[in-house]
């Protein structure tokens, strides 16, 4: 009982110092004092996750019952490592520049990034790894109910399950821990990598010390051994070469193909070149493992009582002896080889069920997109996280359901099996250009359903999924798909049969099918970028990370667009697609559609450099890009605030420049009026000079010339006053300083006022004015003094520019809607056409006119109706030169 | 008989007082009053002087002074211009279209009798 809690003790210590070893890990990695991290030696010892407590344990056991036979389990990975290291290298090559993740999105990436692909992969893999998980739970109860029966103690815990339970739930807890302490995107786990390092050589150490007691403690050294051997049913046994050939395939297979040995061999290389030193150091790991199977298989059979257990002879040999301590150690060992295992497999099932199922689902039920925050980092880790969670529930409902019977123990190879029917695929995939996306469907499939049907199933024993019938006589009597012997070629045996007809079937599909159809775009490009990825990564030291797939490209489109903008981008493009949920395949299409909605973010070139990088497998990461991302995003906020700056800037530019014409043209105007205003002083004040001076000077004139040239001082120094009212006139008009003096008066009265006015002095009987005053009774309401100075100028226009004989001026009031109009039209020659656009410009004389005005008039009439409301305008075609003055009529009533 | 000056203006108090000044120095005035045949009336009476008004109606005295000096027997007439716009490039304008004299009104008598005694050497 004593030794019981020691064991535990030990248990929980080893536990302890497992998480500071990952932990420490994680810490110097962070802290980039990584090199001793990158070591191939850390490499080589994690690829020995192969060895699980299957291989601790059950190698004795299989060397007991079969001999020799368990050396294939070796022998095949010993192969690869050496004979296939050329493909290996090619495998961690893509892993790398194509930032491959798992194996199922080696895979779907391979062939047109089929999710449909990675799915059917990862629904395998867990089906294939899950009973092994369960296998490892198992051997861990087990030994521990080894030690208790050894101790006829009671376990402190109730049960075995409750015991696997707590197993599980660490395992799940240390995965989660360090699998998924944040998003990683290259994928890599140094804590988990070094954990597993340490196991290793805990595993190692552990059965070297049980092998180096067995010989030396209780065989009595290495000849009494051999003796021994030879003299056992094991040294009797003889090789079935079907049966090797097959086991030595399928665990070569498995080695390249298991989740979890893709998981530590591609995807958390660091290094290619740590290839070179695992492919003959993991042999040489291997070699050591099986050094002392058999002696402690033959010494455990002679030493232990018949019937006990020869899968725990490593376990139970010690005890026996009463080394409690080396038992301990054993014990230690299997516990590392089954944590090891089930950490590694949690961890790459939970990236793929993750990646390729969890998480485009929480994409899809998240339709709406207003509810997806920016970042959907954390989302994708609850996804691991969950996705690790079930996968070791599952590990450990298998080990519930199956009862943790003897069913387990031939788990492995069928587990094997079925992971084998990956290596045609992936194979293909990475030699051969021609292999097709619909090729690699039916030939998984095949293979798949093969495995189901003739190992799988039959494999719980008859009766129980399948029934004796059916094993006896085939589906529907068919005799021929009897599911232990194919087309009627019995007495194989079932794994042999099964792998040979799984495997041959599936790679005959495969080509079949993938050399009738026609590979999609993708799907050739992908395949160029795989088969020759040595051409298309020249730099295989550079950063490395995750496949670019569509949630990579999400979350950068999220950076740069904003959530909602990306989602809704991605789920139109997915609809356009046909495909189900909110992930898109990253067609052509749809990364040229993408790309050209970054372009307007962060311009064309970026955005093209951004998705070539996640998509083309380029070497730069993808947490790199998202830092870009974020810059650009900065980036933008500034420019954008200094577009709105320059843009300011522009409009103040363009005010100023308008502002400048329009002082230009002002102070333009100003030099030409002030040169009118010059030139009308000037005129009148040469008069006034010179008469002035002749006035002076001369002494002979009469007094005619001395009150002529008097009167013509007189006259322009009158002139000069006026042209001086009539600027300050226009002046104030201009200004809109003017005072309006609104009075109610008829406008017959109005127009008798200005006529008498304009027609006083000399040219009275010059102009004849006719008049209707029937129309002339309207009631204004204005400043009827303004109006009177219109109509004052127009009458004294008439009378001074008149041609006529007898000149003649017609004054009509009439209405038109909204206003009313008062017409002064003469009888003269009127005005041409090109000097009416000029009339009531300032200063603006036409004709041969001598005139007296300074050409103000019409410039003041036109501001005087403009400040009434009104207007003056010339009327075109009436004969002689016609003015209309208009009023609105609210201001006019017609007169009862 | 005095020489013969030629007055083309077209106030016609400005035309008195010119008149009156040349007239009692001796002159021979002649006057005319618009632009538009002002070439053709210094043709025909073929005067020693011309005095010419800028503003005038029909056609500007600029004008009509080039078209002076294009002319073979107009091209060495002496031209005094008389203007109300006194701006400076008033008197370049008047310069390159070749004028003789340039007064800006108003002026005074005895500078506009010494400027066309000055040019018509009795």
Known sequence: ?896 | MGKSVLLIEDEPNIIEAISFILSRDGWAVATHSNGHDAVDVVQARQPDLIILDVMLPGKSGYDILRELRDLAGTRDLPVLMLTARGQVKDREMAERAGVSRFMTKPFSNAEVLAAVRDLVPR
């Not at chain 1, 040169?675 to 000077?697: C, G, K, N, W, Y």
Request: hydrophobic share 50%; aromatic share 8%; charged share 15%.
């Open chain 1, 1 to 896: 009982m004593g030794t019981l809690n020691v064991l535990i003790a030990v248990c929980l210590i080893y536990v302890i110092f497992l998480f500071l070893v990952a932990f420490g890990a994680e810490r110097a990695a962070m802290a980039g004092r990584s090199g001793w991290l990158r070591s191939p030696w850390v490499y080589t010892l994690s690829l020995s996750i192969y060895s699980t407590a299957w291989t601790f344990y059950g190698a004795v056991g299989y060397a007991a019952r079969s001999g020799l036979e368990y050396l294939t389990i070796y022998i095949g990975p010993t192969l690869v490592m050496i004979g296939w290291w050329w493909v290996l290298r090619k495998l961690v090559r893509i892993g790398r520049s194509q930032r491959i993740t798992s194996i199922a999105d080696l895979i779907s990436s391979r062939y047109g990034k089929s999710n449909l692909l990675a799915v059917g992969v990862t629904v395998l893999a867990v089906i294939g790894t899950t009973p092994y998980i369960a296998l490892q739970l198992q051997s861990v109860t087990v030994s521990f109910a080894v030690f208790s029966d050894a101790y006829e103690a009671a376990l402190p815990v109730d049960s075995p399950e409750s015991n696997a339970l707590l197993v599980a739930a660490g395992l799940a807890l240390f995965t989660i821990i360090f699998g998924t302490r944040n998003l990683d995107v290259n994928e890599r786990h140094h804590g988990v990598v070094m954990a597993i390092a340490v196991e290793a050589i805990v595993k190692l150490f552990a059965l070297l010390a049980v092998g180096v007691f067995v010989v030396w403690g209780i065989g009595g050294g290495v000849g009494e051994i051999l003796q021994r051997i030879d003299a056992s049913e094991i040294g009797s046994w003889q090789m079935q070469g079907d049966r090797w050939a097959a086991l030595i395939f399928l665990s070569a297979a498995a080695f390249v193909c298991l989740p979890r040995m893709f998981q530590v061999m591609v995807v958390e290389n660091e290094d290619e070149s740590h290839l070179r030193t695992a492919s003959w150091a993991f042999p040489g790991y291997l070699m050591v493992m099986s050094l002392f199977v058999v002696p402690i298989a033959v010494v455990g059979l002679d030493l232990m009582p018949p019937g006990s257990n020869p899968d725990f002879f490593v376990l139970t040999v010690p005890l026996a002896t009463g080394n409690n301590g080396l038992a301990m150690l054993s014990f230690l060992g299997g516990f590392s080889s089954a944590t090891s295992m089930v950490i590694v497999a949690a961890l790459a099932l939970s990236t793929m069920v993750s990646n390729h199922i969890v998480m485009p689902i929480w994409l899809s039920a998240s339709g709406g997109g207003a509810s997806v925050s920016g970042d959907v980092r954390h989302v994708v880790l609850l996804s691991r996280r969950i996705s690790i969670g079930a996968v070791v529930a599952l590990g450990y409902l298998y080990y519930r359901l199956s009862g943790g019977g003897t069913a387990l123990a031939s788990i492995g190879l069928i587990s094997f099996t079925g992971v084998a029917q990956f290596l045609p695929v992936l194979l293909g995939g990475i030699f051969w250009r021609g292999a097709t996306r619909m090729g690699a469907f039916a030939g998984l499939t095949v293979g798949f359903v093969i495995w189901a049907y003739a190992l799988l199933l039959p494999s719980f024993g008859a009766g129980t999924l399948m029934s004796p019938a059916l094993l006896a006589e085939g589906p529907l009597g068919l005799g021929w798909l009897r599911p232990q012997a194919f087309f009627g070629i019995e007495g194989m045996d079932p794994l042999v049969h099964a792998i040979l007809w799984s495997m041959a079937l599936n790679t005959l599909v495969f080509f079949v099918v993938s050399l009738i159809g026609f590979p999609s775009p993708i799907e050739r490009l992908q395949g160029a970028q795989f088969v020759n990825v040595y051409e298309h990564s020249s730099n295989p030291q550079s950063w490395s990370g995750s496949l670019g797939q569509s949630e990579d490209l999400m979350v950068m489109a999220q950076r740069i667009l904003g959530a909602r903008e990306a989602q809704q981008l991605f789920e139109r493009e997915a609809r356009r697609q046909g495909v189900a949920g909110l992930l898109p395949e990253p067609s052509p299409d749809f990364l040229q559609v993408l790309e050209r909605a970054l372009a307007g973010s962060v311009g064309a070139a970026t955005a093209h450099a951004m998705i070539g990088q996640i998509v083309g497998g380029a070497s730069v990461s993808v947490e790199d890009l998202l830092a870009v991302a974020d810059e650009t995003a900065q980036m933008m906020e500034y420019s954008s605030q200094l577009e709105a700056k320059s843009e300011e800037q522009a409009r103040t530019a363009r005010q100023l420049r308008q502002a400048n014409e329009k002082l230009t043209r002002i102070s333009e105007q100003k030099d030409s009026f002030l040169s009118q205003v010059s030139h009308e002083l000037r005129t009148p004040m040469t008069s006034i000079r010179a008469f002035s001076e002749i006035l002076r000077d001369s002494e002979r004139l009469s007094p005619e010339e001395k009150i002529k040239y008097s009167s013509i001082i007189h006259d322009e120094a009158i002139r000069l006053t006026r042209l001086l009212d009539d600027l300050l006139d226009l002046s104030v008009l201009e200004n809109g300083q003017v005072n309006l003096n609104v009075q109610t008066g008829q406008l017959a009265e109005v127009l008798d006022h200005a006529l008498a006015t304009a027609l006083t002095g000399a040219g009275t009987d010059r102009l004849k004015v006719s008049r209707r005053r029937a129309q002339e009774h309207v009631r204004l309401t204005t400043d009827l003094d303004r109006l009177s100075q219109v109509f004052i100028n127009l009458i004294g226009n008439a009378q001074k520019y008149c041609d006529a004989e007898v000149p003649a001026l017609t004054i009509s009031v009439g209405r038109t809607e909204g206003a009313l109009i008062v017409d002064f039209i003469d009888n003269g020659a009127g005005i041409s056409d090109r000097d009416q656009a000029v009339i009531f410009e300032k200063f603006a004389r036409v004709g041969e006119q001598r005139a007296s005005g300074a050409g103000l008039g019409l410039a003041i009439c036109r501001e005087i109706m403009a400040r009434l409301g009104g207007d003056v305008s010339y009327l075109p075609g009436q004969g002689g030169a016609a003015f209309r003055v208009t009023l609105p009529a609210a201001l006019a009533l017609a007169a009862q």
